[in-house]
């Protein structure tokens, strides 16, 4: 056994996630690690919790970084906020949907399906039917922007009609949140998760989590103990819980908290906003450029998501011959279909710091080009 | 709200860890960040696993990266092996004992707690006992190297009484991996998880782990679902089986990882036998310096742990203080204690980059300023 350091290309990613990162959050990434309760430490994250407010457009002061990916943040608004025998309806358009029902089942929940056609939007309808044949449901639970098919969902609708019908909403932002509009607070958005590696363009391995006081007082008067301590929020409120008052709960990932806290300065001095804007221009780009070269999207205008773009491979087309073509020749990456469109479609993200002119513009040569071969 | 870049000091770490990180691993913290299914990042995976095999001394196939702090590598060892009402018998000689009862609770077992004096190792006839005790138990969970106080406990040899009585053996390395003795499977040991910011000097927030076969079939032969998600290790396995047969579960923790790797290649050029002897080289350098200073030391000699030496505070010295003291002067990081010996003792890390003669010379020389003022 004999192994050398790694050392990778510099990829252009243009996939579902991990997206492009700044020169200057891969930077903050190497600068020297300082224990995880210094007090300069401890002011740094109190400013993470600052900058996630502002990304989630929110004031909530259970606002964190779980020290851990997307799917551990999902789980840990079903853990916390579910218990046995609770009803949640969960809507379901896509491969996290379904990951949700399975959070549900294994925090002891019943999980009420409400399916909708994937590549679409969640038909409110239907949820407005399911919430009103169970008013005893405790959660209402949606994905914002579905990564495994393109589509985002009326979130502003959905919450409004979950405040109606006295349930929490749990919402999965791991691909909206710095990618689309997104407002928490006017929303009334009572958990919501994301991931560090989409728009914010931060590494991946954290999760942005934020409660409502209304599902941190659930929280509190749980009547049974939740089933994960690593993930048991009532002890991670303590330990985010501002300078000064931090008890110990484990030990926090250093390093990657830096990165966070440069994408999100780096979002704070864009603005929201702007951030939006840009996503929205480059999607108009690519869009304009794909119809040139004859390819269509999986999902309607009018619940595309600028940010990920599903598109059909075209006939007679070897998926995965295209992707090696495109990594190996521009060490351009796009992502695969997922779930139910595994080898029909292809993803191109346009996240974060990957939506700029040139991106698109080598996306849609290179891939004019593969076609071409 | 207009928050800059955080750029913090050089800190000089010899608390419990995070432990000194060397410029190469800082370094391959900040390469670029490709997809996490790009074949590259494949074969790396592939690499780390085989390093891991060498720091647990492991042929187990089932050695992978936890994408989460060593407390979640603990509950996913509890929440695979442990269903509703199997018995496990856990071994308390400091916090982490302690929080391992927490997970077999969580984890729906029963706890049959074996308590040791804080600051001692194990005792083994105390074990063999509830063993015999207890016939059914399914499993003998302890801490080897204990964080909270600095004792080692003979982990070969409570192994060994855990095969004897046909019991699985959960092992917590996290403190002691890479930094003093440790061979998996000449111990026989079933489920093993580490943390990645102590002696192997890499960045917090990732959890090596190992399982036997044994145990492997343990998880596959399960009664229930794993109440976890993210932590269901059958889910996992899949994500690390290897390259072209990987199975998306969630997005790996790219540059962490890169950062792991280049921290094992550093193991792997230095060897473990040197690793190990360097660790007890520099813990006798400090205890001898210590010694100088009239300051005593919690563990008794021969179950101290070389890179965590827990020291009582002198009479009359104040803890913060001095803490406070040489991180504003000398940046110079050393930790608090933890549980029951919060106010009474200091822990000095001497762990993987920071076990260097510069550091040791730095701390007695600074202590010794501090105990003056």
Not at 34 to 48: C, R
Not at 91 to 104: A, E, T
Request: proline share 4%.
């Amino acid at each position: 056994m004999n192994f050398q350091s790694f050392n990778p290309p510099r990829r252009i990613l243009m996939g579902p996630g991990p997206s492009d990162i700044s020169p200057e959050v891969l930077a903050a990434l190497s600068r020297p690690v300082v224990g995880h309760l210094d007090p300069l430490f401890v002011s740094m994250m109190d400013e993470v919790k600052a900058l996630l407010q502002y990304a989630f457009q929110t004031k909530n002061e259970f606002t964190i970084a779980l020290s851990a990916p997307g799917s551990a943040g999902m789980e840990a608004c079903f853990v916390n906020l579910v218990e046995a025998g609770d009803k949640v309806i969960v809507c379901r358009n896509g491969v996290f949907g379904d990951r949700m029902i399975q959070n549900v089942i294994r925090s002891g929940g019943e999980a009420i399906i409400v399916d909708s056609p994937w590549g679409r939007a969640v038909e409110v309808d239907k949820v407005e039917q399911a919430l009103i044949a169970n008013p005893d449901a405790k959660c209402l639970a949606f994905v914002h922007a579905e990564t495994s098919t393109g589509a985002v969902s009326d979130a502003k609708v959905l919450c409004a009609l979950a405040q109606q019908h006295d349930c929490l909403s749990i919402v999965d932002a791991v691909t909206s949140l710095g990618g689309i509009e997104l407002k928490v607070d006017d929303w009334g958005i009572d958990a919501i998760y994301s991931g560090s590696q989409k728009c914010l363009s931060c590494v991946p391995g954290l999760s942005p989590l934020s409660f409502s006081e209304k599902a941190v007082n659930v929280i509190k008067n749980r009547k049974s103990t939740v089933q994960s301590w690593f993930l048991d929020q009532s002890l991670v409120m303590s330990y985010w819980s501002g300078a000064g008052k931090r008890s110990y709960h484990h030990t926090a990932p250093v390093n990657s908290l830096y990165g966070l806290h440069e994408s999100l300065v780096q979002l704070q001095n864009e603005g929201i906003e702007n951030r939006i804007a840009r996503h929205k221009e480059q999607h108009e780009m690519l869009a304009k450029g794909l119809a040139k070269l004859g390819i269509e999207f999986i999902v309607p205008e009018e619940e595309r998501l600028p940010q990920l773009n599903a598109i059909y491979i075209p006939e007679g087309v070897d998926d995965a011959k295209v992707r090696n073509y495109l990594l190996n020749k521009y060490n351009l990456e796009i992502g695969a279909g997922l779930g139910d469109l595994a080898g029909k479609a292809w993803r191109i993200g346009l996240m974060g710091y990957a939506a700029r002119s040139e991106n698109v513009a080598l996306c849609l040569a290179a891939l004019e080009d593969a076609l071409n071969q």
